[in-house]
């Protein structure tokens, strides 16, 4: 799987947008891109993923650049319980199974929404 | 719907005694499942992974096995707990085959299950 980078921590404002970037600059072709936060001592939530065209559903958006080597997910109006640590993490969707089933965590961005 | 479960929520156990650790999915079948643990300050590590009953992975050498005995069961497990051995433990489950569109390739995670050796 390809490596991914993100900034440490993050600060937003409760009710504006929320951007977190993602650099994912050895993406391959076949490789996804999937976003999960983890809130304090809970197991990781799936929040969208997407391959190379932006996709949004009822949690975020997730916008990628054209050469796929970046991503940036968008939290439109951030309250206080998205504050979590938040995953990009790149990978293949099609596998033959085993050990590449397993989704890769880095250390994510831990964001904290200030009231 | 789907469910996956995980008990004991919390633990505290010496070291050198023996644990083991249980996750249950419903409402779906064959699927991969897979164990991680998230040490204090940490990210999320990989432990074991299953595609089917029996059928047993591990992704790093270490103190603890997992099993499989029945499709939608997974246990870890430790004959002598180290303090090392501390942490969050995540059990997860996936789609195990994947049908085209209609699986969006997540993971999805138990409510965890805190491990404390003193």
């Known amino acids: 799987d390809a490596k991914t980078t993100q900034p440490t921590s993050m600060d937003c404002a409760e009710g504006r947008a929320a951007n977190l970037p993602c650099n994912h600059s050895t993406i391959s072709g076949n490789e996804y891109v999937y976003w999960y936060r983890q809130i304090h001592s809970q197991g990781p939530q799936y929040i969208i993923h997407?391959?190379?065209n932006n996709e949004t559903n009822e949690m975020a958006s997730l916008i990628i650049t054209e050469d796929r080597k970046s991503s940036t997910l968008i939290l439109p109006h951030a309250t206080l319980r998205d504050t979590a640590v938040y995953y990009c993490?790149?990978?293949?969707?099609?596998?033959?199974?085993?050990?590449?089933?397993?989704?890769?965590f880095g250390k994510g961005t831990h964001l904290i929404i200030q009231p | 719907s789907q469910t996956i479960h995980q008990w004991p929520a919390t633990l505290v156990q010496p070291v050198g005694s023996p644990l083991s650790l249980e996750c249950t999915v419903e409402g779906t079948s064959n699927p991969n499942l897979y164990w991680y643990r998230q040490a204090a300050g940490r990210g999320l590590q990989l432990l074991f992974y299953?595609?089917?009953?029996?059928?047993i992975s591990s992704e790093v050498p270490q103190n603890l096995s997992a099993s499989r005995p029945q499709d939608r069961q997974f246990i870890l497990s430790s004959k002598k707990l180290l303090l090392s051995d501390s942490g969050f433990y995540l059990c997860?489950?996936?789609?195990?085959?994947?049908?085209?569109?209609?699986?969006?390739?997540?993971?999805?995670f138990g409510e965890g299950s805190r491990l404390t050796v003193l």
């Open positions: 997860a489950w996936s789609v195990g085959v994947l049908l085209g569109d209609r699986s969006t390739g997540e993971l999805f």
């Open positions: 993490i790149v990978r293949a969707r099609v596998y033959s199974g085993g050990g590449a089933d397993g989704l890769t």
């Open positions: 299953s595609v089917g009953i029996g059928q």
């Open positions: 997407g391959l190379k």
